[in-house]
């Protein structure tokens, strides 16, 4: 993915919503196997549920 011009597809099961986030400096700073400038050459892309929120019990899953 290291070119001007490229392009990803995911796809996600079972839920409806994505995050993008990043741990930006702060965060990184916490994460063992990261340099200190990681945090500028990637995102977190993680599903989620965000409209529809599920409220679980303790030890549910």
């Known amino acids: 993915m290291d070119t001007e011009n490229s392009t990803m597809s995911l796809q996600q099961v ?3 919503d994505v995050v993008v986030w ?5 965060g ?3 994460i063992a196997d990261l340099e200190d400038n ?3 050459h990637f995102v977190c892309i993680e599903s989620a549920m965000i409209e529809k ?3 679980l019990g303790a030890g549910a899953q």
């Open 38 to 40: 990681a945090y500028q």
């Open 22 to 26: 990043n741990p930006w400096i702060q």
């Open 14 to 16: 079972g839920f409806p």
């Open 28 to 30: 990184s700073a916490n």
């Open 53 to 55: 929120p599920v409220t």
